[in-house]
């Protein structure tokens, strides 16, 4: 039997397969921040191909905090119920689902809005880019708030987990990265202040919400004197301790312009992947141009990671895990509907 279709857990989550479709921005929103039709069709089409955890994309903690006006938000009550009936769907397939709770930082496209960061620095001089207001002490305090009530909305909205996204140069990521967090306070200089503020939102988080909590990072910013492994290491051990059920490693997207560049290709994530596996207890999701069940397999049996995350292949393909259990000899996982095409 493969690795990649036996069942895994995250925290007390059972899943029944190691296969994770992260969360991936679809701009399909509006000002309002509800889901919309086209939400429903997508996930619930890789919930009904099997994916054994559907990470619903960047969702906004406050209209603010959105990339771009099309994004999804969680920032008010009334926006629960919409997604409450998306997940009884999801559910009916036997998939576990989760939503990325974010906030976009100095990295907001959002039009006629005014942008925060940790420090007052721009992620671009270019249009739609905005020099970010520097963050005061009483406004942490909210922010926190804001991802923990957010939290909250997606206890009550039906998910299985919750996602803390502290990646790709948006907010929490900027409070990470010496280039971009030159604070003198409480939340900036060292490498524990600078990571201070992810871990509080995370343990906050898990005092008042009873589901597992992932958190995503950027393992390294691609900047020679910029954020690395071994910081992603350190950081991943201490959101352990107030425990964090989860650790989903990705990297970049705090710079515009980079120096330290990977080359793009397949695994080409792995690696920090498994430095960060070999450092906690807890399941490590890998993603990065991973394409074929065969590349999964490869990795959990390497021990790079517990779980697999493929992006643009399963926005090309929703029917993937069928295709990695034809590949796999295991077509007795392939959907009875489904099994005379393979």
């Given amino acids: ?73 969680l920032w008010d009550d009334s926006l629960i119920e919409n997604h409450k009936k998306m997940n009884q769907k999801l559910h ?96 900036g200089g060292s490498l524990e202040n600078r990571c201070k503020l992810v871990i509080e939102i995370a343990q906050e988080i898990k005092n008042r919400v009873k589901l597992p909590l992932i958190v995503r990072i950027s393992a390294d910013e691609w900047m020679q004197n910029g954020w690395n492994v071994n910081d992603s290491i350190y950081l991943s051990k201490e959101l352990e301790k107030v425990g964090v059920d989860s650790i989903h490693v990705s990297s970049g997207g705090n710079m515009e312009k980079i120096d330290k560049a990977p080359k793009i290709e397949p695994f080409y994530q792995a690696n920090w992947a498994k430095a960060i596996k070999k450092s906690v207890n807890i399941p490590v999701i890998a993603v990065g141009l991973i394409t074929t069940g065969k590349d999964g397999e490869y990795l959990l049996e390497n021990e790079f990671c517990d779980f697999v995350a493929y992006g643009r292949e399963l926005l090309k393909n929703p029917n993937l895990v069928f295709y990695a259990a034809n590949e796999l000899n295991e077509k007795d996982k392939i959907n009875s509907s489904y099994i005379r095409a393979f």
């Fill in 1 to 73: 039997m493969s690795l990649l279709l036996q069942s895994g857990k995250i925290g007390n989550l059972d899943l029944k397969n190691r296969v994770v479709m992260p969360p991936m921005c679809m701009y399909k929103s509006d000002n309002s921040g509800e889901l919309k039709d086209f939400h429903y069709f997508h996930y619930i089409s890789r919930a009904a191909s099997d994916v054994g955890l559907v990470i619903v994309e960047a969702t906004a903690v406050e209209p603010k905090g959105r990339i771009s006006n099309f994004d999804l938000g």
């Fill in 92 to 187: 009916l397939f036997g998939a576990k689902s989760a939503i990325q709770i974010a906030h976009a930082g100095r990295k907001s496209e959002v039009n006629d809005d005014i942008c925060i960061a940790p420090s007052s620095i721009a992620f671009s001089q270019l249009a739609p880019y905005k020099t970010p207001i520097e963050l005061t002490l009483e406004e942490i305090k909210n922010v926190k708030e804001l991802f923990v009530n957010a939290a909250i909305r997606t206890q009550k909205a039906d998910y299985d987990s919750v996602e803390l996204h502290a990646a790709h140069g948006y907010l929490l990521c900027e409070f990470l990265s010496p280039l971009t967090n030159h604070r003198t306070d409480i939340y």
